[in-house]
């Protein structure tokens, strides 16, 4: 199979950050693009959702002033976080 290169234009920030990712997998940047194409011919679609993700607003967590037991302040803890 013929190969051809094709120029894609990326955020500087966003190629480092990829690149780093997949390095920890023994991929390199043009590897893992041509895994996620042969993936989505593959499925007809994107191999994954994509989607809004809702922010959540942050957890407050008060820490009681004495904690008598540290499995007391992880329960006091989950049942903030619901």
């Known amino acids: 199979m013929a ?14 950050e990829a690149q780093a990712l997949f390095a920890e997998f023994g991929l390199d940047l043009t590897t893992a693009i041509t895994i996620f194409l042969k993936q989505s011919v593959r499925e007809g679609r994107i191999p994954f959702s994509i989607r809004k993700v809702k922010e959540q607003p942050p957890v407050q967590i ?5 904690p008598t037991h ?13």
């Open 62 to 66: 008060h820490m009681p002033a004495e």
């Open 70 to 82: 540290l499995m007391e302040v992880v329960d006091a803890i989950e049942r903030r976080m619901g």
């Open 3 to 16: 190969k051809v290169s094709t120029n894609i234009s990326l955020d500087e920030d966003l190629k480092k």
